[in-house]
């Protein structure tokens, strides 16, 4: 699914990048530091491609060009004032950009990661940047005053990838994830950088959320995989108990009772409670955790090898047959579905409930 974050100030964002974003402790199964790439129209029309630098990165976060530190767009400094009740006030910093997180289903994860199957982790690769893609359609530039924010279609968006979950206790379980730090300068259609104008990417989060699970599913049943639908529409991969699952969340968990003892639910009172209960770090080495990972899938009878050797014994499916009526099938039950509420439907509430639908049957 999709998280997006509220507005990263700028020192906050540099500070993510050195600890967190590019931080080997988030990656056990990748060797060294995390490596970002770069997507987007506006990343692409700079020459950006490949690899984040920290300098273009910091830049971008001070709302400055990537390659030549010209200044993008206004620049706020954060200060500090007493006011009327001789209270200190910190004012806001410059709007650094917004942290969205495509996190896999934990038995892709698991297939992913412990299972060894590169190919799943591709997929997750592949289904991140076509909803990045996506997503980016809807960007929109702030213009000021009454006028209305007009739509660019272009950002520049920074991605790193993460195979670890938050500890608990020390304990980082597998869970493959994807941060994409998108920034606050678009350009609109006569050539100026303006700031960005998020609600139309908040209102989109749900459609982008529908796009990566259904081109994940539609990649993984393509590599012989089972899917069953999961909570919120996730494509979970067939083969895993229950058992073995909440043994291998327990950051899932650990929010889950964050909430319950509060009497929360919902979205936002869980990325609340996610902030509010992670640890520092991890205790462990990368070779103690690779290795408690194992342990915790040997005691379940080693689940993710078993599906992995079963969806290379099945072999790569073929075009699904019926894929034409699947797809019919599944826009004429998102549109009767949408008219039952409104009478005109916005396109991303269209498309979101055909993908869910459809369940990666169809494109």
């Known amino acids: 699914m999709l998280t997006i974050s509220r507005a990263l100030g700028a020192s906050q ?25 770069w997507q987007g129209r506006l990343a692409a029309e700079w020459g950006l491609v490949g690899e984040v630098t920290q300098q273009q990165f910091v830049r971008l976060a001070n709302g400055q060009h ?11 400094q954060a200060f500090e004032y007493k006011n009327e009740r001789g209270e200190t006030v910190r004012t806001m910093e ?12 934990k038995s892709v994860s698991l297939t992913a990661l412990v299972g060894g ?65 998108f920034f606050n300068v678009t350009k609109t259609a006569d050539g100026r950088t303006r700031a960005l104008q998020p609600q139309e990417l908040y209102r989109s989060q749900k459609f982008a959320t529908a796009v990566y699970q259904s ?39 650990q929010i889950r009772q964050h909430l319950e003892a509060r009497g929360l639910e919902g979205a936002g009172p869980a990325q609340i409670a996610a902030h509010r209960t992670r640890d520092a770090k991890a205790r462990l080495s990368p070779h103690e955790m690779l290795a408690r990972h194992r342990e915790v899938a040997a005691a379940y009878g080693n689940q993710p090898e078993r599906v992995v050797d079963e969806a290379r014994r099945r072999g790569l499916e073929h ?3 019926g894929r034409a009526s699947h797809a019919h099938a599944a826009v004429t ?31």
């Open 117 to 181: 199957d590169e190919r799943v982790r591709e997929a997750h690769r592949e289904s991140v940047r076509i909803a990045v893609d996506e997503l980016e359609r809807y960007v929109e530039a702030r213009i000021g005053g009454n006028h209305p924010a007009e739509t660019t279609g272009k950002w520049a968006a920074a991605k790193f990838e993460h195979d670890s979950a938050r500890p608990v206790d020390g304990y980082s379980a597998p869970q493959l994830h994807t941060h994409v730090v």
């Open 319 to 321: 075009e699904p047959a």
């Open 215 to 253: 081109e994940l599913a539609w990649r993984l049943r393509r590599l012989g995989y089972e899917i069953d639908p999961g909570k919120n529409g996730a494509p979970e991969i067939r083969g895993y108990t229950r058992e073995y699952l909440e043994a291998s969340s327990p950051r899932s968990r």
């Open 66 to 76: 990537p390659e030549t530190g010209e200044a993008l767009v206004r620049h706020r």
């Open 13 to 37: 964002a540099e500070s993510y990048h050195r600890s967190e974003f590019t931080s080997p402790e988030q990656s056990y199964y990748t060797k060294g530091n995390v490596l970002g790439e």
């Open 94 to 105: 410059h709007r650094a950009g917004w942290d969205a997180t495509f996190s896999a289903p």
């Open 333 to 363: 039950w998102a549109r009767d579905r949408q008219m039952e509420r409104e009478a005109v439907a916005d396109e991303r509430d269209l498309v979101r409930d055909a993908l869910r639908r459809s369940m990666g049957q169809t494109r």
